[in-house]
T-cell receptor, first 113, second 107 residues
Framework: NAGVTQTPKFQVLKTGQSMTLQCAQD?????MSWYRQDPGMGLRLIHYSVGAGITDQGEVPNGYNVSRSTTEDFPLRLLSAAPSQTSVYFC????????????FGPGTRLTVL | AQRVTQPEKLLSVFKGAPVELKCNYS??????LFWYVQYSRQRLQLLLR??SRESIKGFTADLNKGETSFHLKKPFAQEEDSAMYYC?????????FGAGTILRVKS
């Protein structure tokens, strides 16, 4: 099992550009989520999903869109990148709900110039 | 609002010394609390959760509802414990993380 995979590992964008961060898991987990990690602020929840076709907002959803068309994939879209979105992004998944052990991906380091 | 506070950005101890990583939370309901750890060049992973009441790698954490704390403790630190530690609170399918504490164990 590959677990949780994220692509790309690194990305540099210019302000205003759009892009999609990919996240996939092969553990048949219902719950998937996206976090951003910033120095001194820990991880903050962007969006999450409790199953295919269901998504909800986390703590910092503005500027990001998600969809969950399959159990395996949970892409994160930046509609118009801003320097404030420079961060490390982590995808996670778990069996059932957010109460269970979260399995994290390796992260994507995004820089917006 | 739900919040997790880890007051120390960095905790530096000598090998063999006791370790206590502090975590305080604010939540009006019955909390589900976790400690996650990120070792150098590894993925963030679960260390322990309060509901399990188990010891992992010699670490324990006790939920104190009166003090709204979930401090992580280990009696004798090892060099391999050096890592970033995050305390997290789950509510309504959302996880709230603290800012994290870097534990540095010196030989």
């Amino acid at each position: 099992n590959a677990g949780v995979t994220q692509t790309p590992k690194f990305q540099v964008l210019k302000t205003g550009q759009s892009m999609t961060l990919q996240c996939a898991q092969d553990m048949n987990h219902e719950y998937m989520s996206w976090y951003r990690q910033d120095p001194g602020m820990g991880l903050r929840l962007i969006h999450y999903s409790v199953g295919a076709g269901i998504t909800d907002q986390g703590e910092v959803p503005n500027g990001y869109n998600v969809s969950r068309s399959t159990t395996e994939d949970f892409p994160l879209r930046l509609l118009s990148a801003a320097p404030s979105q420079t961060s490390v992004y982590f995808c996670a998944s778990s069996y059932g709900t957010g109460k269970n052990e979260q399995f994290f991906g390796p992260g994507t380091r995004l820089t917006v110039l | 609002a739900q919040r997790v506070t880890q007051p120390e950005k960095l905790l530096s101890v000598f090998k063999g010394a006791p370790v206590e990583l502090k975590c305080n939370y604010s939540y009006s309901g019955s909390p589900e609390l976790f400690w996650y750890v990120q070792y150098s060049r590894q993925r963030l992973q679960l260390l322990l959760r309060h509901i399990s009441r188990e010891s992992i790698k010699g670490f324990t954490a006790d939920l104190n509802k009166g003090e709204t704390s979930f401090h992580l403790k280990k009696p004798f630190a090892q060099e391999e414990d050096s890592a970033m530690y995050y305390c997290a609170l789950e509510y309504g399918n959302k996880l709230v993380f603290g800012a994290g504490t870097i534990l540095r164990v010196k030989s």
